[in-house]
Each structure stands twice: as C-alpha cells, then as structure tokens.
C-alpha cells in the first residue's frame, strides 16, 4: 500500500509487522492485514498525518489494538484529514474486531535484530530518508547525494548479501510502483540512512499473547463512545470497566430469562453497579398523603385498545435525572405538563423539574435525596405556588445535588388547583389516562436489569418486583396490544438513550391477579394527578 501525502509511515511500518508478527506466532491461525488507518484515527499519543513515534504507536497496539484494513480502510491518502476514530466497521454488515499486541519487543544492535526476525518475523524501524531514495530503482541502496529529507519508519523482513555487502530487506510504504514492487535492499553500513542503528520493534512471545481484543473490551470501547463517557482517573476508569464487565453477566442472565423484553449494554447505567441504580429513587416506605379531591370511578366500558398521548403532542421528550434521586420531580412535571395540555391549552409547555427539586421542601421531598409527586402537588396547592418554565430554571442537579430555591413569583406560569388519587384498578387507570392526561404513578425499578432494558414487552416475576417495594416515580402516557399481549407505555426519566427512547412497556392486566405468572411491579398502587378544573371531583 501507499500511503500517499499523509506522513502516516509510523502507521503502516507498525501495523503491517504486527500482522506479520501474529501470522507468524499463530501458525497462520492470525492471517490478516491490519489497519494503518486505525492508528492514524485512534492513537492520540501520536500526530496522525504529521507523524509518530515507535515507541508510541507500539505502545498504542500493546493497550488498544487495531482493525483489520477491510474494517477500517485506508482514507487519509490526500494528507488532508486523519479521519474519525471508530469502534465500528465502515461496513456495517461487518463485525467488529480488534487485535493488539500483549508483549512487544525492543532491539539494539544488528545481531539482535536479525534474532528478532528469526522468531518472530519483520521489525519496524526507522531511517534516515535522502532525496537519492526516491530514484531507488533496484539493486542494493546507499546513499551518495542529495538533501535529507526527514527520518522515516518502515518495515524490515529480513538481510543478505551481495558480494561483500551485507543489506536488509526493507518493505517501504510508497507503493508497488516504486522500488523493486514497493521493496528495496539497503546497505547495513549506510550510516547515512542509519537503517536499524537507532533499533527495531516487534511483537514476541505465544500467539495467546497476541491475539483480538475481548468481545468485552470491544463491547466497553462501543459503549463509551455511544455515551461519550469521560473519566477524571485512570483509576475511575479501571472501576467503571470492571463494573461494566460484570453487568454484561447479568445482562446475559436477564436476556436468556426471556421476559419479552430485549436487555443491552448500550443503555446510560452499563458502567453503574446496581446499588448505584437502586440508590436514585425513592425511599421504600411511602409517605401517606391526603388527596384535595376524591375522583368518581369512571365508566370502563368503551375503552379503546390503544391509546397515548404522544401521538397527541402531550408529552414533551424523556429527559435524564442524571445521579439525581428526584424522579418525583420529573414524575410531577411530566404530569402537570400532560394536565396544562388537556385542560384547554393544547398547548405542550416545557416546565422546571430543578425549581420543585431545590424549591418543594414544605411537605417533606427531599431534592436528590427523596420525594414524592403527591408530596410535590401538595406544596403547590397549600403554598399557592405555580412552575416556572425550563428555559427560566435550567436542571443542574445532573451530578446528585440540588441547590437552594432561585423561584421567582412573576415568571411562575402554570398552577394546579388541587390532585387526586386514581383507583388501582387497571382499567379505571386506562380511563382516566384517556380523560385527564399523562399519569404520575411509580413502580418498582428494582426488578433486576431494569437498567439494561431496551425494547419489548416487559414481564417480571412477581419476586423480582413485588409491589410493595415501589421505589421510582415514572410516568403512565399510553396502553396498546401487540401481538395479542397488552401493554402499559410509561414515560421515565432516564433519558431517550434508555429503552425505547426513553419509554418502557410493561404487560398490562397483571397487577395484583393471583397466580399470573408475571405482575406489574406495583405500577397501580400511587397513581395520581393534578387537576387544574377539579369541579367534576369531590372535595374532602
């Protein structure tokens, strides 16, 4: 290959050695030709086009590894762009795979270079490049006239000798139009060119040693990408991996259960242990609180079999809590937003989750640490205080903490008048979804895995979520029937990332029947609303 006007010779000097070095280690088991391009992406250490290091490059394959050429293509040619550092194959039918190099090797010396590869194969080193090179035609090279033109690395397959001349066999990186079909023979004593003085590298030792990278180290490099993750230490780095490692078992474990549901790795909480999961939501005793208005039960008999209210523009987008324990918050606004959209407006207005989360302290939430959206509506309707919008309130509670309260009275725009509790009967649930808007309600996320979920239809066991260990508010925007399985559509706060872009499905029609043999992880049990135009209800 040629590498054209990028000055990516480290890359190719490197990358074709190791692929030379594991065909050679492996018995031929290791056959491939891996990608210089790779390295020019991806290795940060060095320059890409402008140039790179041995030291550097080898370092690179020792911890990272490459791709192979038909993964990863070669693109930089022009010299005009290093290209995007990848974890998947520019053909997208094809899988993904790295190879790396467990225990590179150093020579000084011409004999130890020779020994070198002897066992292992080619080396890379790096010469002294002059303007006479470039007329190199054949026979043995030495330099005699012209301008240095820079050092440059290339590839050593072996030596011999022409009369009294002792030469390496060098592959150069210009293409098989030039030389003798890309190769040339440099005289070892061309102190010119110093051609191996400065030393070689290469990949020693078992072929077990140099072999692809783990389906877990490339499941880890897809996964940081897709979420950008950036880590402050190499030590919280090391944790994340090893946590994320031990969630790919469970997610395998989840998978192969079979609950209808399909389980991934590229889900936000991949690199969070289950007790970090488990520790943002609410707390496990729930706090009685008594409704403003008592609603009346609610005709069931011509409900439709679908229903949601994002096809009717009442649901702005799932948005993340972060490490923030305040799903009450989301949970809370979600539904007041769905309420302010049904009650005459139309209109879908985007309110603060951060304002209720530094402000609802009266009744008892607790910011990042605890709370509940009944708590949440009776501060509102006892304080007389209304939500400002998310552009005048920003969320920054990302990170877990929440602030002191920065309301401000003139740009409160939407006010509830009073809330309710809504049956635990699933279809009086159904029923007044359809009549008064997006639900709050919460359910019991501790269902192992629940972090992982990324489509279908959820049926957990009863013992994997049972009701009375509700722990996350959530939201209920919709039902439906797929496949002849019925399903809840409940909106959650873990951004669109998660799930099916941020929704859950969970079967519907289970909650609380003996002997079904899954259940509904105690979604009916808090179910509320606000009410904006209570007059239909009963004050009590």
Not at 45 to 65: A, E, H, I, M, R
Not at 200 to 219: D, F, I, Y
Not at 457 to 470: D, G, H, L, N, W
Request: hydrophobic fraction near 30%.
């Amino acid at each position: 290959m040629t590498q054209g006007d990028c000055g990516g010779c480290w890359a190719f000097a490197a990358t074709e050695t190791l692929s030379d070095n594991l065909c050679i280690t492996s018995n031929g088991a290791i056959n491939v030709t891996l990608s210089a391009q790779d390295a020019i992406s991806c290795d940060s250490s060095d320059w890409g086009c402008n140039g790179g290091q041995p030291k550097n490059v080898w370092k690179f394959l020792s911890d990272t590894g490459v791709s192979t050429n038909d993964c990863t293509p070669y693109v930089s040619g022009p010299g005009k762009t290093n290209g995007t550092c990848s974890s998947t194959c520019s053909s997208n039918s094809m899988p993904y795979k790295k190879y790396k190099c467990e225990h590179s090797n150093f020579y000084r010396g011409f004999d130890t270079i020779k020994q070198g590869i002897t066992q292992y194969g080619s080396v890379h080193t790096v010469m002294l490049v002059w303007q006479d090179l470039i007329q190199y035609k054949k026979g043995v090279y030495k330099h005699l006239e012209g301008n240095l033109m820079g050092p440059h690395s290339v590839k050593i397959i072996g030596w011999g000798k022409d009369k009294d001349v002792d030469y390496w066999i060098v592959q150069n990186s210009w293409g098989a139009s030039w030389g003798m079909d890309g190769f040339f023979n440099i005289d070892m004593n061309d102190f010119g060119s110093s051609t191996g003085r400065g030393g070689a590298w290469n990949c020693g030792g078992s072929a077990a040693e140099a072999t692809q990278l783990s389906v877990k180290e490339s499941k880890w490099r897809e996964f940081v990408d897709e979420f950008e993750r950036k880590f402050e230490t190499k030590a919280e780095e090391t944790l994340r991996r090893q946590i994320f490692y031990s969630n790919l078992e469970r997610i395998q474990s989840k998978q192969e259960a079979n609950d209808g549901a399909q389980y991934s790795f590229l889900t936000p909480f991949a690199d969070w242990s289950k007790e970090e999961f488990q520790g943002m939501g609410l707390s496990a005793k729930a706090r009685p609180a008594v409704a403003t208005h008592q609603l009346p039960l609610l005709d069931t008999s011509a409900l439709p079999e679908s229903f949601d209210w994002r096809e009717k523009g009442a649901v702005n987008t799932p948005v993340n809590q972060g490490k923030c324990g305040d799903c009450w918050a989301f949970s809370t606004i979600a539904n007041i937003e769905g309420v302010n959209f049904v009650s005459g407006s139309k209109k879908l207005v985007k309110l603060s989750e951060q304002q209720l989360t530094d402000c609802s302290t009266a009744t008892g939430n607790e910011g990042c640490q605890d709370g509940y959206p009944s708590d949440a509506f009776r501060d509102m309707v006892q304080n007389k205080y209304g939500l400002m919008s998310e552009t005048d309130y920003p969320f920054t509670s990302l990170m877990g903490k929440s602030g002191a309260c920065q309301a401000v009275p003139a740009k409160e725009s939407v006010f509830i008048k009073g809330w309710t509790n809504i049956s635990s009967d699933e279809d009086q649930i159904a029923a007044a979804l359809v009549k008064y808007g997006v639900l709050s309600m919460a359910i019991n996320a501790g269902v192992d895995g629940m972090e992982f979920y990324k489509s279908g239809i959820s049926t957990p066991k009863e013992f994997e979520c049972p009701a009375a260990r509700i722990n996350h508010a959530v939201n209920m925007v919709g039902f439906g029937v797929e496949d002849g399985k019925k399903y809840w559509v409940v909106r959650n706060s873990y951004g669109p990332k998660w799930g099916e872009e941020g929704y859950y499905r969970i079967a519907r029609g289970a909650c609380g029947v003996p002997n079904k043999n899954y259940q509904c992880c105690g979604l009916n049990t808090m179910v509320t609303t606000a009410l904006m135009d209570p007059s239909e209800s009963i004050i009590v």
